[in-house]
């Protein structure tokens, strides 16, 4: 079975940094892009910043200069790292990837991470 396993949310002061990580297991045969998304209470789901196989990336004008998004492609892994935090990022983040498995191409979803950030 294919899943995305995120980990590294918590709970953290204003200010503070994180290290979010995603694991991609299961039969995979390729990774192409890669995202974290997240959903505040209330709001829509938005992109956060997404990695491409080789190493573009692209990020929202929220969390530039402050996030940063990388990928280990050995371990099928990617990372966000969040430094300057604010309650502002305050949310539920999802990781996001398409992946070539058994079926083809398919966009698969993690169960998301808790990121809390006190003022």
């Known amino acids: 079975q294919v899943q995305l396993v995120e980990s590294g949310g918590s709970l953290v002061q204003a200010g503070g940094s994180l290290r979010l990580s995603c694991v991609a297991s299961?039969?995979?045969?390729?990774?192409?892009?890669m995202a974290w998304y997240r959903q505040a209470p209330g709001k829509q789901r938005e992109l956060v910043a997404e990695i491409t196989s080789d190493g573009s990336t692209n990020y929202a004008d929220s969390v530039k200069g402050r996030f940063t998004i990388s990928r280990d492609n050995a371990k099928n892994t990617q990372y966000l790292q969040m430094n300057s935090l604010k309650p502002e990022d305050t949310a539920v983040y999802y990781c996001?990837?398409?992946?070539?498995?058994?079926?083809?191409?398919?966009?698969?979803w993690g169960q998301g991470t808790q990121v809390t950030v006190s003022s």
């Open positions: 996001n990837a398409d992946m070539v498995t058994r079926p083809g191409l398919m966009n698969y």
């Open positions: 299961g039969s995979i045969f390729r990774i192409d892009t």
